[in-house]
């Protein structure tokens, strides 16, 4: 359950970003910053929250994420119908959500969903 609570808290900080950032920087529309939102949730919180960060901290995992994050919109332009956006664009959201992910990695710590080593899991 905690991992559910945690991808919904993931999915409306990234959809908020995406959906606010590609449609004012680049031709993508509202909608489609939230579809991409359910690409790039998915991914970087298996990759990103799940290995990298209990495994190396918050502050390398934060900017792993922000490039994890950039591969992933770029590749939703293949897997979203009529999705395209700019490099600009999916820069600028990539380290916005670079910025959140560092806050999130917090979030998932006091919950317990991903300790750090040393840490137990609540």
């Keep these: 359950m905690?991992?559910?609570?945690?991808?919904?808290?993931?999915?409306?900080?990234?959809?908020?970003?995406?959906?606010?950032?590609?449609?004012?920087?680049?031709p993508a529309t509202f909608g489609q910053g939230f579809a991409v939102a359910l690409v790039v949730t998915a991914g970087s919180y298996i990759v990103g929250d799940l290995i990298v960060f209990p495994e190396f901290?918050?502050?390398?995992?934060?900017?792993?994420?922000s490039a994890l994050v950039l591969a992933l919109i770029w590749v939703s332009q293949l897997l979203v119908p009529g999705f395209i956006t700019t490099f600009g664009a999916m820069a600028v959201a990539a380290a916005l959500v670079g910025i959140a992910e560092w806050f999130f990695h917090r979030y998932l710590r006091v919950k317990g969903v991903a300790p750090l080593p040393g840490e137990e899991k609540v």
Aim: proline letters at 3%; hydrophobic letters at 65%; glycine letters at 8%.
């Design 57 to 65: 901290g918050n502050i390398l995992a934060a900017v792993f994420d």
């Design 2 to 26: 905690r991992h559910v609570q945690a991808l919904l808290v993931k999915y409306l900080m990234v959809g908020s970003i995406l959906a606010i950032v590609l449609p004012v920087l680049g």
